[in-house]
């Protein structure tokens, strides 16, 4: 059990410090109105997720998903774990259950960030 949470820190120390590099690096060479750091680290976080865990699965290397799964892509982005779950559920045939997750997660992460952005500007201003 400790080896396990030591391998979830130390994966997410290093992909929160990844991330941060990915955005330093894309502020500094592209200049854009979008959040460009953190859609390309949502995406390759996606994609790496994608590649570990069917990679893991087939080499028998899920011991090492707490490290890379949930440490290091956690700490680089947390959208590779909401992928793989949607993704999960539509391949299990659950295609209504991945939609309602999808628009939940989103809807429901952008309306509780506005909720609480409105609730701190009025207990802080």
Do not use: C
Not at 35 to 44: H, K, M, S, T
Not at 76 to 89: D, G, I, M, P
């Amino acid at each position: 059990m400790v080896s396990t949470v030591l391998m979830v820190a130390a994966g997410g120390a290093t992909g929160a410090m990844a991330r941060y590099g990915v955005g330093l690096f894309m502020a500094q060479t592209v200049a854009a109105s979008l959040p460009l750091g953190v859609i390309a680290v949502n995406i390759l976080g996606s994609f790496v997720m994608g590649a570990f865990a069917s990679f893991a699965a087939t080499r028998d290397m899920l011991h090492l998903s707490p490290l890379v799964m949930t440490g290091f892509l956690g700490g680089f982005t947390t959208f590779s774990a909401f992928s793989l779950e949607a993704v999960t559920l539509f391949e299990k045939g659950q295609i209504n259950h991945a939609l309602l997750y999808v628009a939940l997660s989103v809807l429901g992460s952008i309306g509780a960030l506005i909720l609480a952005a409105i609730m701190a500007r009025m207990i802080w201003a």
